[in-house]
């Protein structure tokens, strides 16, 4: 899926981009999301002892 991205100076890495889609940033909110729903899920300060 093609995205926007700024002009990065590097004619191949553009190119690819404009080809594939900015995949380095699509991995990096894959991991976001998946961090913020790890913490939620892990998170038990709720549960009471």
């Known amino acids: 899926m093609p995205t926007q991205s700024a ?3 590097a004619p191949i890495y553009d190119w690819l981009v404009n080809e594939h889609g900015d995949v380095v940033a699509e991995s990096r ?10 913490e ?6 709720t549960l009471r002892v």
């Open 29 to 38: 909110e894959a991991a976001e999301r998946t961090q913020r729903e790890a």
């Open 7 to 9: 002009d990065s100076g």
């Open 40 to 45: 939620r899920l892990l998170d038990w300060s």
